[in-house]
């Protein structure tokens, strides 16, 4: 007997794993049904690189390392996005939670987890075409990066990797309010922030008290390793700070989330 369950594995635990990939395709298809979710942030960030490349990068790009503007707006615009973008896992669980789609898989032996890890990683791959997106037109805007074409896969990846631990913020106030206010509320936590950081000049060209501001804001070290990744080559770069914060919201996200599915799961609602 014990050998027949060694081998089969446990069903709840296979059957988890088979029923990942056809719920991260049902959350795509939510996600491509509900255009706000794919377009609103997209074209809010390719909006405002437009006008920013547009109206600054005359008077700016003097303080642009090699003279690009946009090498300073798009990574900006990509932080941006992470944050915004982030809010699709939220509003996934918050519709499924309102239409009773979470109550009937709670009779299923799938496991809890599944239902958080796949409107994540279903916004993961709707990050990672509107990051693709805004960088082709970082391109048509003059993009070259001093690394080479490398440097732009690599700018996709650090988008993403930031925005995951947005997703999972998200998808915990989720889970833990059923809201879409409030899911929309972390969105709202971290714009602000963007502007008390090097908005529309490198770190080093800020002083006073805006310079003290970008030093603590934590959304800074990302926003220059970003830029790192245009502006220098691949010897001078220091991504560290940035990854570092990247993987600090990453956890945080991961917890947060993790303590919200299982309350959800203690309490049945």
Known sequence: MSTITATAGPPAARTSWAAL???T?????SCLRTPALLLSPLLT????MIIYEGQLSS???ATAPGGRYIDVVLPLCLLTTAFTGGATAGQLLVSDIGSGYHARLWLTPVSRWVLVTAPVLAGVLLLTVQAAALTGLGLLLGLDPVPGAPALPALIGAT??????FLLLAAAVGLHTGSSSAVG????????LSFFTATFVPRDRLDGWMAHAADINPLTPPLEAMRGLLTSPWSEQDPLPGVLVALAVLAAGAAAAHLALTRRTRTGV
């Open 21 to 23: 990939g056809p719920m």
């Open 25 to 29: 395709a049902r959350s795509l298809k």
């Open 45 to 48: 960030s390719a909006f405002f």
């Open 59 to 61: 008077v700016a790009a």
């Open 160 to 165: 993403v990797l930031l925005g995951t631990g």
């Open 185 to 192: 509320s972390v969105t709202l936590v971290f714009f602000p």
